[in-house]
């Protein structure tokens, strides 16, 4: 019994199939429970008044934003060692969900800024780290879509990946570097997480596994649905060749 | 190896294309800045230094697509990868030719649009530098953008997609270290960064393009 079992698509697919269903509730109880927690349950905070509620959308989005790449990056990797087609379809399943929740860490973020700071957006150092990981997401996705040959474009998109991990890394460390050059210090961003109290900390871890089970739950289904394709094509390949 | 290089220097010279235009682009995109921002000298220098790092980098953006696509519709890429010359050495070539036909230009002229745009004293050693350290990056990243869309047809927007977001520690360093030079802080930490980008880029990235172009040619 090893992980590489599960290497297999029909493995796979059994094992998801029945997992799925589980995960679902799962995702389902910890993500509603944290919401209503958060969202109603908890008193307004001294400084942010009810805006401190964007907290459990926000801090778990960017959370899995971050970490979806970092997935990616080891299924990429996974599958320019190994040559295993479930790991680098799950790379591909999990861009997408990846993207959106940077769509939504920036969205939130950008929310909550208005009151906080007075402005939607500041060229803030994480704020723009997370605009160029969005942009790493874009440039994944549009080279999936632009190649035909799945397995060609399985191989560059692993190798962008990889070299796009390489760059992410970089950027992030040069942009906290760019705006202490022009901003003395990000003044603007407060490590959020470490700092709140417990009445907050609770809903939030609860809405953190929650959005974690949601990411898993997304990614299995993307994914079925990505082997699915590839039988499909198959089939009607093979159907071709016997007409 | 240096056949290879000798030939697309004379490629990108003689036939036109890449070569002039990318620095035509450069002094265009120089001439419309204070069109857009307006002619107020001392907002021009401020901004000259990011100026003339962006405009660089897009001329040098410019001609990425040419790098391996007309290699590859007439067969010759394919040729070069049976060759005895590592597909590794052949792209590092490739991307010193890019280098050697846009990026030193580009070097070249920077001073001269930096009177367009009122640049400091100062930056008319720190711009050169910084963009002499810089553009080697660029090209070198240019040269692995242009092997992962080489099979895309009109692949150059593709191109500008992928090569764009790797292109961010690079710009941010090297306008960086224009800015200072130009307002005579000390620079040299940051020079010496972007040098550092430019040397592991060329280090590692041949590897990466050469794997994307065997994958491409499969």
């Given at each position: 019994m090893s992980l590489w079992e599960y290497a297999n698509p029909k493995k796979f697919m059994e094992t998801t199939g029945w997992l799925l269903p589980w995960l679902t509730a799962l995702t389902a109880l910890t993500l509603g429970g944290g919401l209503v927690w958060g969202f109603f349950l908890t008193p307004d905070a001294d400084r942010f008044g009810?805006?401190?509620?964007?907290?459990?959308?926000?801090?778990?989005?960017?959370?899995?934003a971050i970490n979806a790449w970092v997935m990616m990056l080891v299924t990429s990797l996974i599958w320019l060692v190994r040559r295993h087609h479930v790991s680098v379809l799950a790379a591909r399943a999990a861009a997408p969900v990846g993207m959106v929740m940077t769509l939504i860490a920036l969205f939130t973020g950008a929310v909550w800024g208005e009151p906080m700071w007075g402005t939607w957006w500041a060229w803030d150092p994480r704020l723009t780290a997370f605009l160029i990981l969005f942009l790493f997401y874009l440039?994944?996705?549009?080279?999936?879509?632009?190649?035909?040959?799945?397995?060609?474009?399985?191989?560059?998109?692993?190798?962008?990946?990889?070299?796009?991990?390489?760059?992410a890394f970089l950027s992030r460390y040069a942009v906290y570097f760019w705006a202490q050059g022009l901003h003395?210090?990000?003044?603007?961003?407060?490590?959020?997480?470490?700092?709140?109290?417990?009445?907050?900390?609770?809903?939030?871890?609860?809405?953190?596994?929650?959005?974690?089970?949601?990411?898993?739950?997304?990614?299995?289904?993307?994914?079925?649905?990505?082997i699915r394709a590839r039988r499909l094509s198959a089939l009607v390949a093979r159907e071709r060749k016997a007409a | 190896?240096?056949?290879?290089?000798?030939?697309?220097?004379?490629?990108?010279?003689?036939?036109?294309?890449?070569?002039?235009?990318?620095?035509?682009?450069?002094?265009?995109?120089a001439v419309l800045v204070p069109f857009g921002v307006g002619p107020d000298r001392e907002r021009l220098a401020l901004i000259a230094p990011g100026i003339l790092w962006v405009g660089a980098l897009l001329a040098a953006l410019l001609s990425l697509d040419r790098l391996f696509q007309l290699d590859w519709e007439d067969?010759?890429?394919?040729?070069?990868?049976?060759?005895?010359?590592?597909?590794?050495?052949?792209?590092?070539?490739?991307?010193?030719?890019?280098?050697?036909?846009?990026?030193?230009?580009?070097?070249?002229?920077?001073?001269?649009?930096?009177?367009?745009?009122?640049?400091?004293?100062?930056?008319?050693?720190?711009?050169?530098?910084?963009?002499?350290?810089g553009t080697p990056a660029l090209s070198m990243i240019g040269a692995f953008g242009a092997a992962l869309t080489v099979g895309v047809k009109r692949g150059g927007l593709l191109l500008s997609l992928l090569v764009l977001p790797l292109y961010v520690p690079t710009l941010i360093f090297g306008a960086e270290a224009?800015?200072?030079?130009?307002?005579?802080?000390?620079?040299?930490?940051?020079?010496?960064?972007?040098?550092?980008?430019?040397?592991?880029?060329?280090?590692?990235?041949?590897?990466?393009a050469a794997a994307a172009i065997r994958v491409s040619l499969r």
């Open positions: 009810s805006t401190v509620k964007i907290l459990y959308v926000h801090v778990p989005s960017a959370f899995i440039g994944y996705l549009a080279l999936w879509a632009a190649i035909e040959n799945p397995d060609t474009a399985a191989d560059l998109t692993s190798v962008l990946c990889l070299v796009g991990s390489v760059f003395q210090g990000a003044s603007l961003s407060v490590d959020r997480a470490q700092h709140v109290a417990d009445v907050y900390a609770y809903p939030l871890w609860l809405t953190m596994a929650g959005f974690v089970f949601l990411f898993l739950t997304l990614v299995f289904v993307r994914t079925r649905t990505e | 190896m240096s056949a290879l290089l000798l030939r697309d220097l004379r490629l990108a010279v003689r036939a036109g294309g890449g070569f002039g235009l990318s620095l035509a682009f450069f002094l265009i995109l067969g010759s890429l394919e040729a070069l990868a049976t060759a005895p010359l590592p597909m590794e050495g052949a792209v590092a070539m490739k991307a010193a030719a890019h280098w050697l036909t846009t990026g030193l230009p580009l070097v070249a002229l920077s001073p001269v649009l930096g009177v367009l745009l009122n640049l400091a004293p100062a930056g008319y050693v720190w711009l050169p530098l910084s963009l002499l350290a224009a800015r200072r030079g130009a307002e005579g802080l000390p620079a040299l930490p940051i020079l010496l960064m972007v040098a550092a980008i430019s040397l592991a880029a060329c280090a590692a990235l041949p590897f990466a």
